[in-house]
């Protein structure tokens, strides 16, 4: 039995809706932010789809020193703070550091751990002290059964607010792969399951300098992860992919959003 967690009036796990986590990778500026999460506000309300909004305010794992980062955690939550008072929205992002949490947490709805740093002991126990829902995505070095591990130092703390997101796993090199018997052996844990759909296909490091991707495979990915069971879809998106300043070749384009949406409620309706 998968315990629900709750989020203001949204409640992931099922039998509800699958919940969708989007918005651009990293924050670029004010008005691009704002005009993508409300395009994402419209469709999901169009929809009925539950709806969080995802921006980083700083990508601390980027592939090159020279990559575009975002503006920091000070700007980078005021930004958010903004979308969340203006469209009603719940909002997440990553936390890299032990010294953000504090400040994070007076802004955040959910506190995200990136995947490269899903063991670090420390993060983990003081985002989860803040006593925020803790959205941990899955490294892709592990195994979906040691998550196991990782879902008990956040419950060490009493926090019982556990979401596990899937982001596929190293498939050689500058490859990942994703394998769908991951959602029903991280439910196991009892705690809701996210699917990745966007980083799944991201090539990281593909491009020598910088990572890139198959963005052609999201939906097909997405429509895979409701059919086995997901309890939501992180999908990164973007206005102009082409020109994003991280993770485009991995985004969803903006437009491309709502039709993949109604194929997606078209197939959790049939399960149902």
């Known amino acids: 039995m998968v315990q629900p967690v709750v989020i203001n009036n949204i409640s992931i796990g099922r039998p509800g809706p699958f919940t969708l986590i989007s918005g651009p990778c990293v924050i670029e500026d004010d008005q691009t932010t704002y005009d993508i999460a409300c395009e994402l506000k419209k469709v999901t309300g169009k929809l009925n789809i539950p ?13 090159s020193i020279d990559s575009f980062r975002g503006p920091g955690i ?20 990553d ?9 994070a947490a007076q802004t955040l ?36 059964w040691d998550m196991k591990n990782v879902v008990n130092k956040i419950l060490s703390t009493g ?4 979401i596990i997101t899937d982001r596929g796993v190293c498939f050689g090199y500058n490859n990942l792969v994703t394998d769908f018997r991951c959602i029903r052996i ?14 799944s296909v991201q090539l990281p490091g593909g491009a ?6 198959q963005r052609e495979f999201v939906p097909l990915l997405a429509r895979a992860a409701i059919a086995a069971g997901a309890d939501g879809l992180f999908i990164e998106t973007h206005s102009n992919p082409e020109k994003a300043l991280s993770d485009g070749p ?6 491309d959003m709502e039709p993949l949406l109604v194929q997606l409620k078209a197939i959790e309706a049939a399960l149902t």
């Open 51 to 63: 709806f969080i909004f995802k921006a980083s305010y700083d990508k601390a794992n980027r592939t």
């Open 74 to 93: 000070k700007k980078g939550l005021e930004v958010l703070a903004s979308i969340r008072k203006d469209l009603g929205v719940p909002i997440i992002s």
């Open 95 to 103: 936390v890299h550091q032990v010294s953000e949490v504090e400040m």
């Open 109 to 144: 709805d959910i506190i995200q751990i990136p995947a490269f740093l899903c063991r670090q002991t420390d993060l983990l126990v003081e985002a989860a002290n803040t006593g925020k829902p803790i959205n941990v995505k899955k490294g892709q070095f592990l195994a979906p």
């Open 159 to 162: 926090n019982e607010k556990v």
């Open 186 to 199: 991280m439910h196991e844990t009892g705690f809701p399951v996210v699917y990745d759909a966007t980083h």
């Open 208 to 213: 020598g300098s910088t990572s890139t991707g």
């Open 250 to 255: 991995n985004s969803m384009k903006l437009t």
